[in-house]
């Protein structure tokens, strides 16, 4: 129960950050990534915030035992670079800069009630889906690792 | 430049930082949305609870956003439709392919100097602006 209210108080405070932060108005995203426009660095203030905080996290959690209310943290991840990865991550960047949402504010922006979110969150479930979809057809053609496709975990 | 919010935007960025150490100190969660999104779709076995219940959360504060705070929601641009489920198709399929979004990547695999998550992340900042300046720059914004 104290995990389950955690998570939803961490939720909660995700999305208050997103919105203060501007990340909620896909002009501000666009506004970053338009490097030969108008540049508007603010996202960049948003990662270095986060970043700094988390990074004292992270070195408090090597210290600990556990975390306070589980039994382990997370196993440290994969190193290595693969095709997957550098491709999953060039093609969330072509539609992060198509509609200036990404997965966190997408959800949030919900709450208002606009339809464009809408269809984007319900078009990125559709996106999840068919990459199961084609994860599943790798897996089946060559079981062994390096199949572009295959599920991994990570972070 | 325009619009700029250095204030505002680190504020923002502190609470987002929080949030995601809280996650990991409590709970030793990775506050990854794409993952915990994608996660309560295809739920697995006693690890769905804790995302459902982050996502609940995050809706809860759109839904305080949209009281004390509607400016948030205000796009800035116009984008046709069928140009929103174009981009959420491909950050839906990108982020599973490469295990990641801006929180899980950006935030939480950059703080403790991932090599994939700094490759992940310089990737779709690049292609994103890639993106824009196609848009904004070859097309003229006129989507």
């Known amino acids: ?155 | 430049m325009h619009d700029f919010t250095p204030v505002a935007s680190l504020i923002g960025g502190i609470l987002i930082g929080l949030s995601a150490s809280a996650m990991l100190l409590l709970q030793g969660k990775i506050a990854g949305i794409s993952g915990i999104f994608a996660g309560v779709l295809r739920p697995a076995m006693g690890d769905t609870l804790w995302k459902a219940a982050f996502l609940t959360g995050l809706f809860s504060g759109g839904l305080l956003l949209r009281t004390f705070l509607p400016g948030a929601f205000d796009f800035g641009v116009a984008r046709p439709f069928g140009v929103f489920a174009m981009a959420g198709l491909l950050v839906g399929f990108g982020t599973r392919l490469g295990n990641g979004c801006t929180s899980g990547h950006g935030v939480c695999g950059v703080s403790r100097f991932s090599a994939r998550s700094i490759v992940a992340t310089a990737t779709f900042i690049a292609t994103g602006a890639l993106t824009v300046f196609i848009i904004n720059h070859v097309l003229g914004a006129s989507l």
């Open chain 1, 1 to 155: 129960m104290k995990a389950l209210l955690t998570s939803f108080v961490s939720g909660t405070v995700f999305a208050l950050g997103l919105g203060i932060s501007g990340m909620t108005r896909p002009i501000k995203v666009i506004g970053f990534l338009d490097f030969f426009g108008n540049w508007d660095p603010s996202l960049a203030l948003v990662m270095i915030g986060a970043i700094v905080v988390y990074f004292v996290a992270y070195r408090c959690s090597r210290k600990m035992v556990s975390p306070v209310l589980a039994a382990e943290f997370p196993v440290p991840a994969r190193s290595d670079l693969d095709l997957r990865l550098i491709l999953g991550a060039a093609i969330f960047g072509a539609g992060w800069g198509l509609g200036g949402f990404c997965p966190g504010p997408a959800i949030t922006a919900l709450a208002s009630g606009a339809a464009p979110v809408a269809v984007f969150v319900l078009a990125m479930a559709a996106g999840i889906y068919l990459h199961g979809r084609f994860a599943m057809i790798e897996t089946f053609k060559s079981p062994s690792r390096g199949t572009i496709l295959a599920p991994a975990s990570d972070a």
